[in-house]
C-alpha cells in the first residue's frame, strides 16, 4: 500500500532530521522538503488507495509515488550500512582513521545524489496531485454505491438456498421469544455469507408478518445518508399501515423525521430490518428512533463488523447470531444444484469440482459465482475443468461472471483503515490452507514496519489491535483458540485470498514462488519461496530483498547461501524466516544483514550461533524454537534491541515427563537487555545467583520461562519478580521433581500476571497466587501438596483453566459453591491418593471440560457431577474398573451422573493395548461406540486425540 509506504518512510526521515544526521551541506533542506511533501501527499493517499481500481491513471500516480517511498527509503537504509561499514574498519592509526573519514564523505556525496534525484522526482509528481485527486473523487459514488448482488440476495427463493433452514428456524424463535422489550438481533458475517438473503427470508414468513404487522426494511449500505435513510422508513411505515406518507416528509430535517417514526411505532409491536450496517454511527443515527415500547418488538441487523454486532445489543449478547461458512456437504449441495442444475455432479469430473470448491471455503456468494462460470463449460472436457483448479486467480480476475463477488470482496478490504491494509496484505506469504501463528504473524508485521506508534502502548499490543479489526471486520478466521480464549492460529478465507493475491500482484507488495513458470516483476521486495529453490534460479527480476521467506523447502541446505541466490541484493533485509528448512549451520552472510529486525531459524537443525552475531544491531526477534541450540555466545548481550529471545525445544516422551523441555544457557550481565519482552527457556543451574539478580533488571518482560531453578536461588528470583510489573506469563521448573521451588516470598507479585506454571515440589501452596485477580490458567505439577489447594484457588476470579499432576497427596477434594466462577477446563491427573472429589451445587458454574486420569484410588464417579450442567465433555483415562462401569448406561449404578453431558469418554488398559467406551448425545439421541489402540500410546497422546 502506498501510504503504508510513506507513512514508514515518514518516521525514517524524522529520525535523520531529529538525530541531526551528519550530511553535506543543504541536504537537511532536501530531505525536509521530502518530508513535508510526502506529508501532504499522505492525506490524498488514503482516498487514492480506495479508488485506483475505478481510475487507471489515477493507478500509475500512486504506483510512481509508492516508488519514490521505497527508493527514498533503499537510499537511507543503504546510506546507513556505508556508514556502519566504516566505522567498524575501527580507528587504531591515523591512516584507518583517514581512509574511514573518506569513504565516510563517499557516503554522504552518494546519499546526497540520491535525494537530489528523488526530490526531482517528488515535485513533478506532485504537480499532479490535485487533478489525481478530482479524477478520483468522481468514482466514489460509482464505488461505494450497493452491488448488484446483494438486491439479488432479495430475490431468491427459498428453493434455491441450502442451509438456510436451521438459522432462519433459530432467528424466528428468537423473534417469538417472550421478552417484552425491544430486542435487537444482529447477524454477523463475512460478506457473501448469505446475511441479507437470511434476513430477507425471515422476513417474508407469513408467520413473522402475521405477529409483526408493522415492518420494514431499510439498506444502511456504506455511503448511507441518514435523512434519506429516515424519509425512506417514513413512507414503508405509512405504506404498512395503508396510508399515503405527508407531503411535508420530503422538506423535513432528522430530527422531525425521527418523532415522525417514534410516534408511528410507539403504540405498536414491530419489526425492522437494517440490512447492511457498516459501522456504530450507523446505528447510532438510526437506533434512537426506534422506541422500547415493551409490545415485544424486535429489530434485525445485519453486518459483517463484529463490534457494530456487539454495540447494538449490548443488554443482549447472546442474541447475536454469528453466520458461519457452509459445511462441506452443504457446500457441495450448493455447488451441485447450480453447477448442473441439480443434477449429481459427473463421477470424471468429481476431483476437479471438489478441488474448486474447497477454494471456495463454504463461502455461500464464491460458490454460486463459480457455479456460474462452470455452468457453461463442456463437460465432456475434463482439461477446461482442471484450468480452473489450477489457475483459479486467474479466473477470479478475468472472469464478468465473478465480477460482482470480486467487487464485495473489495468492497471490504476498501473499507478497512489504511494502518491494516498491509497486514491484510500480508497474508499472501504464507502458503496456501497455512495455519498462521497469532504471536508469529504480530512479530512479522511489527518487523516489516506496518505498525504505527501509539502511545502508552508497544508495537505488539498496537499490532493487537490490527489482527482484532481484522477479525471483527471477518477478513480473518480463526484456526485454533488456547484454552484460556487467545487466538492460536488463523488464516485468511481462500477465496479472500485469491482477491487479496490479485491486489498484491498489482501493487506488487509481494512475489509467491511457488512454481517455476511465475511471472516476476520488475522488482521484488518481498519474496515467499514455496517448496524450492528451483523456483527462482531462472529469473532475471531486481531484487531489493526487504523480506525473504522461504517454506516447505525440498531442497538441501546444506550449502545454503543467500548471496549465491540474489547476489549483494539481500543486505537491506528486514526479514528472514527459515522456519523448517533443512539447514544445518548458520548461514555466515547473515551476520551482515544489519538492518535485520526478525530471524527465524525454527525447527531447522543449526547448533551453534556465532560471536558475530553482535553485527545485528537491528534484531528484534531471535526464534530458535525447536532447533538443537543449547547455548548462547555473551555477544548476544550486545544486541540492545532484542525483543523476543526464544530458545528451547520439546521432547516428549510421556505427559508426566520432567524434562520434556530442553532451554539454553545464558550470559550473567543479562540485564544489558532492556528492551526484551518475552525470555525462554532459560537453564537457571548457572553456578551463580548473578543471573537472578539481573532478571529483576528486565522490567519490560512480558514473558519469562525458566528451567532447572535450584531452591537456594528462589528468595533472589522472588525479588527480581516482584520488578517485574508487565509480566503476563511465568513458567518455572525446578531442578528436579523432588527439589522444592522456594518462591514464597513474593509480596507485591505482578498485577497483569495470567498464565503461571509451576513444576516441582512447594513446601506450601505460595499465598500470593491468591490474589492475582487477572490469572486465567494454572498449571501445577509435582507439588505433593499436604494441604488441599482448592481452598486457597477457588476464589479466583479470572481463573478459566486449571490443571493439576501429581500436586496433591490428599484423599478428598472438595468443591464448595460459587468457587471457581469462571472455570472452563480443569484437569485432574495421577493423584494417587485421591479416594473421594465433592462439587457442591454452584461450584465451577460454567466448567466445560473435566479430564480425569490415573487417579487409581478414584473408584467412584465425583459426587455432584450433576450439578455442572453446562459441562460439555469429560474424559476418565486410565481409571479403575469400578468407575468406568459405574458410569454405563446399562446397569452403572452412576450413569445419571453423566446423562447430561454430551460427550463422555472411558479410556483404560485392557489386555495388552487401550480400548475407549464413548457415550455421545446429540439431537436428543445418545449412541455408545468403542474402539481399541495400540499399547504404545501414551495417555497424553490419547489425551490429544480427543483434545483434551
Known amino acids: 500500500m502506498a501510504e503504508s509506504a510513506v507513512s514508514f518512510l515518514l518516521s525514517k526521515l524524522t529520525s535523520i532530521l531529529e538525530e541531526q544526521v551528519q550530511l553535506l551541506s543543504g541536504v537537511h533542506k532536501e530531505v525536509q522538503f521530502i518530508k513535508d511533501e510526502l506529508e501532504r501527499l499522505s492525506a490524498i493517499l488514503r482516498v487514492a488507495d480506495s479508488l485506483e481500481d475505478e481510475d487507471p491513471e489515477l493507478k500509475v500516480w500512486v504506483k510512481q509515488v509508492r516508488d519514490v517511498a521505497h527508493d527514498m527509503e533503499d537510499a537511507i537504509d543503504e546510506f546507513t550500512i556505508r556508514l556502519v561499514s566504516h566505522r567498524e574498519q575501527g580507528q587504531n592509526s591515523c591512516l584507518s582513521r583517514f581512509s574511514s573519514a573518506i569513504k565516510a564523505l563517499r557516503a554522504r556525496h552518494w546519499i546526497a545524489s540520491e535525494i537530489q534525484e528523488i526530490k526531482g522526482r517528488l515535485e513533478n509528481i506532485s504537480k499532479g496531485r490535485c487533478n489525481m485527486t478530482e479524477t478520483g473523487s468522481s468514482f466514489r459514488n460509482q464505488y461505494t454505491s450497493r452491488l448488484d448482488s446483494q438486491d439479488d440476495a432479495l430475490l431468491l427463493d427459498e428453493a434455491d438456498l441450502v442451509g438456510i433452514e436451521k438459522p432462519k428456524k433459530h432467528l424466528i424463535d428468537l423473534l417469538f421469544e417472550e421478552e417484552p422489550g425491544r430486542v435487537v438481533i444482529p447477524i454477523y458475517g463475512m460478506g457473501g455469507l448469505g446475511k441479507t438473503t437470511l434476513a430477507k427470508q425471515v422476513y417474508d414468513d407469513p408467520k413473522v408478518k402475521k405477529l409483526f404487522r408493522m415492518h420494514a426494511w431499510v439498506t444502511i449500505s456504506q455511503s448511507f445518508k441518514i435523512h434519506e435513510l429516515l424519509r425512506e422508513l417514513v413512507q414503508q411505515l405509512h405504506k404498512v399501515i395503508g396510508k399515503s406518507a405527508p407531503a411535508e416528509v420530503g422538506t423535513m430535517k432528522s430530527g422531525s423525521l425521527k418523532e415522525v417514526i417514534k410516534s408511528l411505532l410507539l403504540q405498536r409491536r414491530y419489526l425492522i430490518i437494517l440490512d447492511d450496517i457498516w459501522r456504530v454511527n450507523a446505528w447510532d443515527a438510526i437506533q434512537h428512533a426506534l422506541p422500547n415500547n415493551n409490545y415485544g418488538s424486535r429489530i434485525i441487523l445485519t453486518t459483517r463488523n463484529k463490534d457494530v454486532a456487539a454495540y447494538s445489543c449490548t443488554k443482549f449478547h447472546d442474541k447475536v447470531y454469528n453466520l458461519d461458512f457452509l459445511p462441506q456437504h452443504e457446500s457441495w449441495s450448493l455447488f451441485c444444484n447450480k453447477t448442473f442444475r441439480g443434477n449429481p455432479c459427473p463421477p470424471h469430473l468429481e476431483e476437479s469440482c471438489k478441488c474448486i470448491l474447497k477454494r471456495c471455503g463454504g463461502l455461500p456468494l464464491a460458490i454460486e ?465 485421591l479416594k473421594s472429589m465433592l462439587v457442591e451445587e454452584g461450584a465451577m458454574a460454567n466448567l466445560k471440560r473435566l479430564i480425569i486420569q490415573r487417579c487409581g484410588s478414584l473408584k467412584q464417579v465425583p459426587l455432584g457431577l450433576e450439578h455442572l450442567t453446562k459441562l460439555k465433555s469429560v474424559g476418565f483415562l486410565d481409571m479403575p474398573d469400578e468407575l468406568v462401569m459405574a458410569i454405563h448406561p446399562k446397569g452403572g449404578q452412576d450413569h445419571w451422573r453423566v446423562d447430561h453431558i454430551p460427550v463422555v469418554h472411558s479410556i483404560y488398559w485392557r489386555s495388552g493395548g487401550w480400548d475407549v467406551y464413548s457415550i455421545e448425545t446429540s439431537g436428543g439421541t445418545r449412541t455408545e461406540s468403542s474402539s481399541s489402540f495400540s499399547a504404545s500410546m501414551t495417555s497424553h497422546e490419547l489425551r490429544s486425540l480427543w483434545e483434551f
Open 369 to 833: 459465482a463459480i457455479s456460474g462460470v462452470l455452468a457453461s463449460k463442456d463437460r465432456t472436457n475434463l482439461e477446461e475443468w482442471l484450468i480452473v483448479c489450477k489457475s483459479f486467480a486467474s479466473e477470479i480476475e478475468g472472469n464478468d461472471k465473478l465480477e460482482d463477488t470480486k467487487k464485495v470482496l473489495c468492497l471490504i478490504f476498501n473499507d478497512l483503515p489504511y494502518y491494516p491494509k498491509s497486514c491484510l496484505l500480508y497474508l499472501i506469504i504464507f502458503p496456501e490452507f497455512y495455519a498462521i501463528e497469532r504471536i508469529k504473524l504480530i512479530r512479522l508485521w511489527i518487523a516489516e514496519g506496518f505498525v504505527n506508534g501509539e502511545e502508552g502502548m508497544t508495537p505488539e499490543e498496537v499490532a493487537e489491535s490490527y489482527l482484532k479489526e481484522l477479525l471483527n471486520r471477518s477478513l480473518i478466521q480463526v484456526v485454533e483458540k488456547h484454552s484460556d480464549g487467545r487466538i492460536k492460529t488463523c488464516r485468511i478465507h481462500e477465496f479472500l485470498r485469491e482477491i487479496i493475491n490479485l491486489k498484491s500482484r498489482d501493487q506488487n507488495f509481494a512475489t509467491i514462488a511457488k512454481d517455476q513458470d511465475i511471472i516476476w516483476p520488475e522488482k521484488v521486495r518481498r519474496l515467499s519461496v514455496m517448496n524450492s529453490l528451483q523456483n527462482i534460479q531462472q529469473t532475471k527480476t531486481s531484487f531489493q530483498l526487504r523480506s525473504l521467506l522461504l517454506f516447505a523447502l525440498s531442497d538441501s541446505l546444506g550449502h545454503f547461501s543467500i548471496s549465491t541466490l540474489f547476489s549483494n541484493n539481500c543486505r537491506l533485509l528486514r526479514v528472514l524466516h527459515l522456519q523448517d528448512a533443512p539447514l544445518e549451520s548458520f548461514p555466515a552472510e547473515i551476520v551482515n544483514l544489519f538492518h535485520l529486525k526478525y530471524l527465524s531459524l525454527k525447527s531447522t537443525k543449526v547448533k551453534n550461533i556465532p560471536t558475530s552475531i553482535k553485527k545485528l544491531q537491528n534484531l528484534e526477534t531471535l526464534d530458535l524454537k525447536h532447533s538443537y541450540v543449547t547455548e548462547l555466545p555473551p555477544e548476544i548481550l550486545e544486541l540492545h534491541q532484542l525483543r523476543h529471545l526464544l530458545v528451547y525445544r520439546y521432547k516428549i516422551e510421556s505427559y508426566d515427563n520432567f524434562n520434556s523441555r530442553r532451554g539454553f544457557k545464558l550470559p550473567g550481565l543479562i540485564g544489558c537487555m532492556q528492551s526484551l519482552q518475552k525470555l525462554c527457556f532459560i537453564e537457571a543451574d548457572q553456578g551463580s545467583q548473578d543471573l537472578m539478580v539481573e532478571l529483576g533488571k528486565l522490567t519490560q518482560l512480558r514473558r519469562l520461562g525458566m528451567r532447572k531453578l535450584k531452591k537456594e536461588d528462589g528468595a533472589a528470583l522472588c525479588s527480581s519478580i516482584q520488578k517485574m510489573t508487565n509480566l503476563r506469563s511465568l513458567s518455572i521448573t525446578a531442578r528436579k521433581d523432588y527439589e522444592i521451588i522456594d518462591i514464597q516470598n513474593i509480596a507485591k507479585p505482578p498485577t497483569y500476571l495470567r498464565r503461571l506454571y509451576l513444576r516441582g515440589r512447594l513446601e506450601k501452596l505460595p499465598k500470593w497466587i491468591t490474589s492475582l485477580q487477572n490469572l486465567v490458567r494454572l498449571y501445577l505439577k509435582w507439588s505433593s501438596l499436604k494441604e488441599d489447594p482448592l481452598i486457597y484457588l477457588q476464589d479466583l476470579p479470572n481463573l478459566i483453566q486449571l490443571e493439576f499432576l501429581q500436586v496433591y497427596v490428599g484423599e478428598k477434594l472438595h468443591f464448595k459453591p460459587n468457587g471457581f466462577p469462571s472455570l472452563k477446563l480443569l484437569g485432574l491427573d495421577d493423584l494417587t491418593n
